[in-house]
């Protein structure tokens, strides 16, 4: 996903693909996004609470006695815990500052502070905008799609990961409140100026209705936060009569597995989305019943498909709901569980896995498409969308 970077990703362990947002985090029923210890809606009322086993329990606990020692000894429990993590060899453990995982609840809830750009790394390393938020400080300093970023706060972007760029943008846990500030360099064409954004708390634009021909819907869905689902559900319920529909899941970086399962609700009469243990113990996510299951459904994926977006994905491909088109998904479909730390950081780590209502593994493989498209994604997937209306 190279220009979806809304919210604070690991500074410390974990930074490359393993956890390039936040989103990548907490999959599929993490207890940071509500879906632990209560049953997620759409999931049988008579599973038991998942409870970790004895081998989980200890790593969690051999994480909070590094904390806790480093902390009588004075030193940074944060920084004993990340050590810990990282000789677990857990490859989607991380440990988030207070500042981090307050930001990460938020930014779940559908905002955060920033200054509304969303940008993405081009082959020669330049830091392009691809978006614009509206009504944000980019937008009021007439930032366009297209722009080059060139240095943010007189530090220089090119060549730098977008996770990296993020991070400059929205500044540490003391420079990152709304109200501060960020100097960006900027270049268009042949013109290059600085500005100065305040930063801002903003609303995620996560869900977007286009109509770009006669006869065809898409609705782009780059995260899952809260109340997304519905939106989905009610842009379904909106499209014209006959209409067939594009669901772009290219970039989703993942979010709240309950949002996910409300929107394969919106295209399934019910029955199963995915299952998922937690340290052996099974558990199962169903859609509610009342989707449309008569609209002809594309739904274009890529390698920056994460996690919930991956489970969504794999029930519309194995119930035969949906024709998936694009490239192989990211391949993240494992579960965390968070330990609160004595200084109040967190620490995830991994306690279990999902599969697809096949029983398809999804962590380090990833979804492949039924076609296998790079160009004109969605020009193709217009195609394959006229043939199934037939």
């Not at 677990?88 to 809830?109: K, M």
């Not at 519905?230 to 989703?252: F, T």
């Not at 993240?332 to 967190?346: F, N």
Request: charged share 25%; aromatic share 4%; with cysteine.
């Amino acid at each position: 996903m190279s220009g979806r970077h809304l919210f604070c990703q690991p500074r410390r362990i974990g930074r490359g693909a393993a956890l390039t947002l936040v989103f990548a985090s907490v999959l599929v029923a993490g207890a940071a996004t509500g879906s632990f210890p209560n049953p997620a809606p759409g999931e049988r009322k008579t599973a038991a609470t998942p409870t970790l086993s004895a081998a989980s329990a200890s790593r969690h606990e051999q994480v909070a006695k590094a904390a806790e020692e480093a902390m009588a000894d004075g030193k940074s429990p944060m920084e004993a815990a990340e050590r810990a993590v990282s000789r677990s060899g857990d490859r989607w453990g991380a440990v988030y500052s207070p500042g981090e995982y307050e930001e990460f609840e938020e930014a779940l809830d559908g905002q955060y502070t920033g200054v509304g750009l969303w940008t993405r790394r081009e082959r020669d390393g330049r830091i392009e905008v691809t978006k614009v938020l509206s009504d944000s400080p980019a937008a009021a300093a007439g930032i366009r799609r297209g722009d080059r970023l060139r240095s943010v706060d007189g530090r220089k972007v090119d060549g730098r990961p977008v996770t990296d760029v993020v991070s400059l943008l929205r500044g540490d846990d003391t420079a990152a409140a709304a109200g501060t500030t960020v100097r960006l360099g900027l270049e268009r064409g042949r013109e290059a100026w600085s500005e100065t954004l305040r930063r801002a708390r903003l609303s995620t634009d996560d869900v977007t209705v286009l109509t770009p021909a006669a006869g065809i819907t898409v609705i782009r869905i780059s995260a899952f936060t809260k109340g997304s689902g519905d939106r989905v559900r009610e842009a379904v319920r909106q499209a014209p009569a006959g209409a067939g529909i594009i669901l772009d899941l290219r970039g989703n970086s993942g979010g709240l597995v309950t949002e996910a399962v409300t929107t394969a609700s919106a295209f399934l009469d019910g029955g199963l989305v995915a299952t998922y243990d937690v340290e052996g113990e099974q558990r199962a996510l169903h859609a509610e019943a009342g989707g449309d299951t008569t609209r002809p459904l594309v739904a274009l994926v890529d390698g920056g498909t994460m996690s919930a977006a991956e489970l969504l994905t794999g029930a519309l491909q194995d119930r035969g709901r949906a024709v998936v088109v694009g490239s192989r998904t990211f391949g993240k479909g494992s579960v965390q569980m968070p330990t609160r730390l004595p200084d109040g950081s967190v620490a995830e780590l991994t306690v279990g896995h999902y599969r697809t209502p096949a029983g398809r593994g999804v962590d380090g493989r990833g979804i492949t498409p039924d076609l296998d498209v790079e160009r004109d994604v969605l020009e193709r997937a217009g195609t394959v969308l006229s043939g199934l209306g037939r």
